[in-house]
């Protein structure tokens, strides 16, 4: 993994704007309609190529596939595991269920979701392997063409598999994460052996205690925490940590989040994790003042930090001198070097539903790589 030692690099969460092509193909496949598999691998391969080259054209220099051919970061799982099943209703987020007109106000504002949320109702076994295959061999080619510093690809982590898809066939949440991790330690390794990064989604640390495991009290969610961790530690057995980061993060939705645990209390479990690179919201307005946290978390001094430093449930396109404050106060509170500017979270989280619109996303995404040049600027010609 890649540290800052001549500028501030630039990064992003992993998922991002889907083309309208690709959106209705994996629609039409999630609701189990008919579609020609041909056309499907042909979209995706072309979309893949188009967004790494527009990261590339930008200036980004650690970029992914823009998770294109996955439905949502959590639940595609279903489509390359058996097991799942059975549609279930989910309960509103803690901070939420006091405001039932905010809600509907959401929800026409986003339109019907695009994605399942199943249950696991029978052993966990692989049924398609091809389909992360496609993905790596797309990725590859399309890094093929652009000149990047690195790729990564997004995974889904054991515990916000969990979150998303509700267990009704192990006999405890334990057994269940030991099955989750025993089917995805084979995609962790073979996004580290194809040579990118693997970034492990892991909002089961802190957005899944307001949403998937709200009914737990905060002690039983961080030991659930600790024990997410330890599980995925072991799922990266054969995977070095200098290919691995995680994302942590609060849930990409715009909301009150007042109900958001604190980062200190959730820092011990992601301190124990093996990831050389740890990606954070750093930039709303409910956790942006938490800069001072990672600053006095007395991390390895190996450890990469990619903050947050656009929000990505807002339509505000952060002005690049916003950008290089937020860089450079923390890159002075933990060595520039260890800085890789980045995102909150993804701009296409679940394909086709998102508050923020696909072209401001993509100018805010310019205004990061814009900021970052200027705190590079301003943070070496300090040290010269």
């Not at 030991?178 to 996004?191: F, N, Q």
């Not at 505000?316 to 980045?342: F, K, N």
């Amino acid at each position: 993994m890649k540290m800052s030692r001549d500028r501030i690099l630039t990064s992003h969460v992993g998922s991002l704007p889907r083309p309208d092509d690709v959106v209705a193909l994996l629609v039409r496949k999630e609701k189990g309609e008919s579609y020609d598999p041909a056309e499907f691998d042909r979209v995706m391969k072309q979309a893949v190529a188009n967004v790494v080259k527009k990261q590339a054209d930008i200036g980004f220099d650690v970029v992914s596939d823009g998770e294109t051919s996955k439905i949502g970061y959590s639940t595609y799982i279903k489509d390359r595991y058996s097991g799942f099943g059975d549609e279930f209703q989910v309960k509103p987020h803690l901070d939420l269920i006091d405001y039932p007109e905010f809600r509907k106000r959401m929800a026409a504002f986003n339109g019907p979701p695009t994605f399942k949320r199943l249950c696991c109702i029978a052993p966990i076994e692989p049924k398609d392997p091809t389909l992360l295959a496609k993905d790596i061999e797309n990725f590859r080619a399309a890094l093929s063409a652009v000149n990047v510093a690195e790729g990564f690809i997004n995974a889904a982590s054991p515990g916000v598999v969990a979150s998303f898809l509700h267990n009704k066939y192990y006999p405890t949440y334990e057994k269940y994460i030991e099955a989750l991790t025993t089917a995805l330690r084979p995609e962790y390794e073979a996004i580290a052996a194809a040579g990118f990064l693997v970034q492990i989604d892991c909002p089961d640390l802190a957005m899944s205690r307001h949403t998937g495991f709200q009914d737990l009290t905060e002690e039983e969610f961080i030991r659930r925490a600790h024990f997410n961790i330890e599980m995925l530690n072991a799922a990266l057995e054969k995977v070095s940590a200098e290919q691995v980061r995680i994302h942590i993060c609060w849930g990409n939705y715009e909301g009150p989040h007042d109900h958001d645990i604190a980062l200190e209390k959730i820092m011990p479990a992601i301190r124990k994790a093996k990831a050389k690179g740890i990606s954070f919201e750093g930039a709303n307005a409910r956790h942006e003042h938490e800069w001072k946290v990672w600053a006095e978390a007395k991390l390895p001094d190996d450890v990469v930090l990619l903050p947050g430093m656009l929000d990505s449930s807002s339509n505000y396109v952060e002005h690049p001198e916003l950008v290089a404050q937020r860089i450079e106060r923390l890159a002075d509170a933990v060595g520039r070097e260890r800085i890789i500017a980045s995102t909150d979270c993804g701009f296409g989280t679940f394909a086709g539903f998102s508050k923020v619109d696909a072209g401001i996303a993509w100018k805010k995404l310019k205004s990061l790589v814009e900021g970052a040049a200027i705190a590079s600027g301003r943070l070496w010609r300090r040290a010269a």
